[in-house]
Structure formats: C-alpha cells, structure tokens
C-alpha cells in the first residue's frame, strides 16, 4: 500500500512536469507541490491564471454594469444631485466644457457647398456659424417663404449626408419628404453636419498615413484623452447654433430631432440646454448597458453608472421628448482592413430590444423630479407617429426632386466634412500643446513644491487621480482576511520560487497572482527589501523570473535580482489575451472604471500580503517595470504609497502625445495609428501625464530606464518630459532621488543604473 501511494505520487507529479513543460507554462520543471508556510495549497490545477484572471475580471464588470442602473442617482431638484449639479456633470463626461466664442450669426456660403436654391415654398442654403475658436458648425438651412416662428433643427445619423437628407442627392428620400414637408409648413430647419463612419480622413497627409477607423473613432481616441468627446463637440456645434438663433430671437420655439447617430447627440444636448423646448428621437433611445459592444466612440466615461439615457432624459425637467422606437441603424463593424489601413475597434450597432427600450422609457418617466412630470413625454412605434405629435399635420409631398448635378454636390458636401473633422482633429491638438498648462495648475504651479506643503496636499490630488482618473474599486489596505494559496515551482542554489495567488476581497471572484522569489541563506529575524518586478503586455510572470534563461526583452531581470538577495515578486497583470483584456476596458469605462482599477487593487492586496511575511522590511517595497510593466510604474506607485520607489523602462513617455498626435515626431507612431484601442484614458491629457504622475511619486525615489533605440518613443520627448520631474524633485530639494538612465539598446531592461538605484535607496545589498 506504501509503495502504491508513492507511486502514484510520483506519477501525479510526472504528469505535471509533462503537462506544464509541453505549454512552457514555467520556464522549468514544476516540483512536487508545496506550499509556502503560512499559505493553503495551490487551488488553481493546471488552470491558467492569466486566462482565469482576464474572464474573472470580465465576470465582475458583467456584475457591476447590471447593476449600475439601480444604484443610479437621478437628478433631483435642490441638494447633491441637483439638476444643476447633474447637468454639469454630464457636460464634463462629454467633454462640453469649453466656452463658445459668443453671440455671431450664421453666414449663407455661396463659395461652396449648395448654393441658395428655390424650393416649393423655401430657400435652401448652405450656412456656416462659430462655434469654439477655430472650429465651426456647419450645415444647410431650409428658410420658409412664410415663417411660423418655429425653427427645427435636424441631426440625422453618421452618414446621412444633410444634402442627402433633404433631397439634393440620393439617400434618404423618406426623410427628406419630411424635412421638405417641415419647411413648407413653416418651420425654419437646419440640417448640422455631422462627422461620419467613412475613414478616408482617418490619418494624416502630412506623413502619409491612414487607418481603417471611422472618422469618429478617429477624432473620439484623440479627444477622450483630452477630456472631450465627437459626441461633445456635435453637442457645442449644435448649441453653438442655438446661442445664435436665441439671440436673433429670444422668443422663438426650438425644435431638435435626431436620428441614430444624431439621436446620440440630440438627447443630451437637449437635456444641457433648455432654449431647447423639446426633442424627438429616432434610433438612438436604449439603456446602455451594452455600449461596450457597440462602436467604440459610444463610450462615454461613467454614462451608465451617473445617467444612461433614463437619467439623461429626466434632465430635461417639464419640456417634450418623444421617443420612436423604429430601427436604430445597422452597423456590422468599421470598415475594413485594405492597403495598410488598420487598427479600428471592434463594435457593431444592431437593432434594439424594443421592450428594453419601453422599460429605459417608463424608467425616466418614474425618474422625474416631482412637479416637472407635466410635459407631454410619447415613446411611439414609428417616426410619422412621432412627428406629427411634434409637428401636426405636414403637407404630403409625393416626390423629393433632384438637382442635375448631385455627385458634384456630393463632393462638395464630403470636402465640408473632411474640413469641419479637420477642425476637430486640430482643437484636440491645440488642447494638447495646452495640456502643460492645464496640468500644472493642479498642483498649483511650481509654488507647491517650494511651499513645504508638498505632503499635506498631494493626497488630495492622488485621491483625484485615482477616484476620477484610474478609477477607485474602493479597497484599502488591510491584513488579508483570507490566507493566500501557493506552491513551489522552482529551486535553484540561490533562491526557492512559489506561485501565489490571493483574493481580491473588494471583486469577488477576481484575484491576484504571481511569482515569489525568496534567497536562500536568510537569516531568522531578518528582514529584506523586495522589488516587484512587472512584465509589459502579453507577459506573464515567468517571463521576467525565469533561472533557466535569459528571457527576451525581460533578461530575466527578477531572477538575476533574487541572485544578488532581494526577494522578488513578479505580479500576473490582466493585459494578456490581445481583444479579450481590451474589451474589459470597453466595459469598465461606461461604469468609471478602467483596466487600472483592478490593476491597482491587485496590487494594494499583494503589498498587504508582502507586509505579512516574516522575511519581508515593508518599509522597503520597491517596483520595477518594463512597457506596459512601466505603464504600470507611472500609476500604481503614483497612487500606492507604501511602494517606497519605482522604476519605468522602456515607457516613459510624453505619454500624451503619444495618445493623440495626428503627425507623430520622428520614427515611431503614435497610439492614434494602432490597433491598442484601450490606450486612451478619459481627460488624462488634462490632468496627468507622466510628468504629474512622478511628481505623486515624488518624494520617493524615481527613475527611468530609457534606450536610445527603443521605439516607443524618442529621446527628445522622453527627456523633455522627465525635465518636468527633475525640477520639481530640485525643488523639493531632493535632486538625488530621480535619475534617468540613456543606454544603446532598445525595449529591454539593461539592468545597470537601475540596478546601481536599487542598491543605492533600498541599502542593500550593503
């Protein structure tokens, strides 16, 4: 029976070997399990935790967006969520936050676009009117010969071209009879332009460039890193416009209608602004739990968590919504890969579930603030029902003519969307060049490092980072109340390694995960520093712990670490699995949060594990990070505290820039031309680059590790940018505790000055 039990054992642990040698799961043998002292035994078989740890995290947002609408705030009259209070709220989530340049007027174009025709009973013009400095609105107006004092302004979907809409090319003749029948009743009616899905414009002459994202992926990456959005900026050019026709006449009633895409854009335009009367909506009105799945320039930072579109609507207080529940548009993806033009997201638009629709409906009906509950508010099944209750009865008109030259009109009409995208591209840029400014003035300019108040007041700008940049799980540090779960997986003459894992008390069912390096020869009462050592994207921890070679890019830096006698903890980060972790920002953003939510708890729990281990100083909890490790050395650190330094390679960036620029300096390219859509991090660019990022680190110790071929950026930029961080740590009369290291190579650890500033602030080895 004895022999039996032994050899089955060892057939077990044979089976293991096989089984983890055959993946090159580990890098090396997997021996017989044994857990660390004080530890349960490894719970997770032959799983691999990377996968587990992107679907459980995918299990958790799942959880969180379902319920999102039920711990909703919904504006009120008086008190914190005051429809005052909401209302600016959903402007800076849209991005709506930038003055108009005040009360102008629209001028009739006769250069371009369609000149003033003669219709049955009104004159079609081309218009143009200012909206921020240097950006128009631009669109068509439907002047009646006998006006009503009414005026309508329209937003159809994405691609319906306003020349398209009412009748001047093919396309849409079913609204354009309607459109036409408006301003022959008497209505005045302006068709806005709007950006579209083509992606010819998706790129940039200058270096010859091109995507295959939609023109309004396009102008959403750049901008939602600058804290604005393509929905926020139709929103401006439609309010520009109003601001105008207000002043013209303040009395006169303002109509807004949109479909799909302008639908988007109708609702919490309307729900902003109440010189809007009332507003119709087709193909747009849904909960939107589900954006995630739709095209990606949808996403709109916290919408779902703060407003969804029942919320949005309550804004609206005692004026008119009517809601047709007809098709929404079809949209099966972005267009497609061709001649070297990629990196689109992922997303469709596909038709709604009507009795969702109806349950978003009565659910802002419920919503709205007591004594405003007197509008007459109409979800219909079809636009014509929806119209007629906004309008009355319109003349019938039986057919839409055509001018003799609609392809010269449709050119004409494409060139005034590449010029009024243009405009769009280029406010983002000049926000950018701004950006420093805006930044700066968080921390009070320079005068907050000189004025000795630098560790009084820098909690409350890492509390701002974290709750309304990264985005706050809300943990704090503590015991772990559960033991952690592990088992060894290497033994070499310098050091023993386990794989452990640990819950994540604040998201059921996630955890977190990694590798641990403990030295041989630690004496009892003897405490060491540790260096958690973090691998880029795709990476696990075995790339960076790996005794048995040296890896790519990584040189096994954990594992020549623990051969020099710091423990070692190598973290599993979730950016692995290509589309399957990408998407869990798509989720994580309608509800707040981001990939770095979890990220930084995950890590919260491993340094609360760590400060439990007896070997362990945890007053010397060090981080070092390669790529997308380094873009974790830039925000966790930054918002971890008990991290007492870090180190970013082969990232440290004007990271920005990098996010937004159309014309990228140099050889490399920026994230605006690449398929990792998950890049852009809402209002980032106004709030925290990698220079304010260092300064939360600051007054701990910092340094970049860069190489001068290291195409993630170029040495101008980086150098630039870590000026920013050498000042401040000047000022704060520490100037030794920040270095930046220059080496020939390219996106790998070299491992020598940093090793040298290891050495230095952690004082060992001695």
């Not at 503590?478 to 023993?496: C, G, L, M, N, W």
């Not at 925000?635 to 996010?659: H, M, Q």
Request: net charge positive; aromatic share 10%; charged share 25%.
């Amino acid at each position: 029976m004895k022999k039996f039990k032994l050899t089955s054992l060892a057939k077990l642990a044979l089976f293991f070997a096989a089984f983890y040698a055959l993946a090159g799961y580990c890098g090396s043998k997997i021996l017989a399990q044994a857990e660390i002292r004080g530890t349960a035994p490894w719970r997770l078989g032959s799983v691999d935790p990377a996968a587990l740890m992107v679907q459980q995290i995918g299990a958790d947002l799942d959880r969180r967006i379902k319920e999102a609408p039920s711990k909703r705030n919904y504006a009120t009259q008086d008190g914190p969520n005051s429809l005052s209070i909401k209302k600016q709220r959903l402007s800076e989530i849209l991005g709506v936050v930038d003055s108009r340049v005040g009360i102008g007027g629209y001028e009739v174009i006769l250069a371009d676009g369609v000149r003033p025709t003669e219709a049955e009973g009104f004159v079609i013009s081309s218009v143009r009117w200012p909206v921020l400095p240097r950006l128009d609105g631009e669109g068509l107006l439907l002047e009646p010969k006998t006006p009503n004092g009414q005026t309508t302004i329209v937003l159809g979907d994405a691609d319906d071209l306003p020349e398209a809409l009412i009748g001047l090319i093919p396309g849409t003749e079913k609204k354009a009879k309607k459109i036409r029948a408006l301003a022959q009743s008497g209505s005045r009616v302006f068709v806005v332009a709007m950006v579209d899905r083509r992606d010819d414009n998706s790129g940039s002459r200058v270096i010859g460039r091109f995507t295959n994202q939609p023109h309004r992926e396009f102008v959403y990456r750049m901008a939602y890193e600058m804290g604005r959005h393509v929905i926020g900026y139709e929103i401006q050019r439609v309010l520009g416009l109003v601001d105008i026709l207000t002043h013209q006449d303040p009395k006169q009633t303002i109509s807004l209608w949109g479909w799909g895409e302008g639908g988007v854009v109708a609702l919490p335009a309307a729900a902003l602004d109440e010189r809007i009367s009332r507003v119709g909506l087709g193909g747009s009105f849904s909960p939107k739990e589900n954006v995630w799945q739709e095209p990606i320039y949808r996403n709109v930072w916290n919408y779902v968590s703060e407003f969804g579109d029942a919320g949005t609507a309550v804004l609206l207080g005692n004026r008119a919504l009517f809601v047709s529940n007809e098709a929404c548009p079809i949209i099966e993806g972005p267009p497609t890969n061709r001649n070297g033009r990629t990196g689109a997201a992922p997303g469709k638009l596909g038709a709604y579930d009507l009795k969702k629709v109806e349950a978003e409906f009565d659910l802002a009906r419920q919503k709205r603030i007591v004594g405003q509950k007197n509008a007459g508010w109409l979800l219909a099944s079809t636009d014509d029902e929806v119209w007629e209750r906004m309008f009355g009865q319109l003349p019938h008109i039986k057919s839409v003519p055509m001018v003799k030259d609609p392809l010269d009109i449709q050119a004409k009409s494409l060139r005034r969307h590449d010029r009024l995208m243009d405009q769009l591209c280029d406010h983002v840029q000049l926000l950018w060049q701004r950006g420093d400014r805006t930044r700066l003035g968080i921390f009070h300019g320079n005068a907050l490092a000189q004025s000795g108040k630098w560790d009084q007041e820098t909690p409350k700008i890492r509390k701002v980072f974290h709750d309304q940049v990264i985005g706050n799980l809300g943990q704090t540090s503590q015991v772990p109340s559960k033991p952690a779960h592990s088992r060894k997986i290497y033994d070499t003459p310098e050091f023993t390694g386990w794989e452990v894992e640990m819950d994540l008390p604040v998201a059921p069912g996630v955890f977190a995960q990694g590798i641990y390096l403990v030295p041989k020869g630690i004496k009892e009462g003897e405490k060491r520093p540790v260096i958690v050592c973090q691998h880029g994207l795709e990476g696990k921890p075995q790339d960076v712990a790996n005794p048995l070679k040296m890896t790519t890019y990584y040189n096994s830096f954990a594992a020549q670490l623990a051969e020099r006698g710091y423990i070692v903890f190598a973290p599993q980060n979730p950016y692995i699995g290509h589309d399957r972790f990408r998407v869990l920002q798509r989720k994580a953003n309608p509800i707040g949060l981001s990939l770095f939510s979890y990220i930084t708890a995950q890590h919260r729990v491993i340094l609360d594990w760590l400060k439990t281990r007896p070997e362990v100083d945890p007053e010397r909890l060090a981080f070092y990070g390669l790529s997308y490790g380094g873009k974790t050395a830039m925000r966790v650190p930054a918002i971890l505290t008990d991290y007492c330094l870090s180190i970013c390679s082969g990232d440290f960036n004007e990271w920005v820039g990098k996010n937004v620029s159309r014309e990228p300096w140099g050889q490399y390219v920026s994230y605006m031309y690449t398929g990792e859509y998950e890049m852009p991090e809402f209002n980032l660019g106004s709030t925290f680059n990698y220079a304010e990022m260092g300064w939360l680190i600051a007054p701990r110790p910092f340094m970049v590790e860069r190489g001068h071929d290291d195409g993630v950026g170029i040495d101008s930029m980086v150098s630039s940018e870590y000026a920013k961080i050498r000042e401040v740590y000047a000022r704060l009369k520490i100037p030794h505790k920040t270095e930046i290291e220059f080496f020939l190579g390219g996106h790998e650890i070299q491992g020598k000055g940093t090793f040298e500033f290891l050495k230095k602030h952690l004082n060992y080895p001695k």
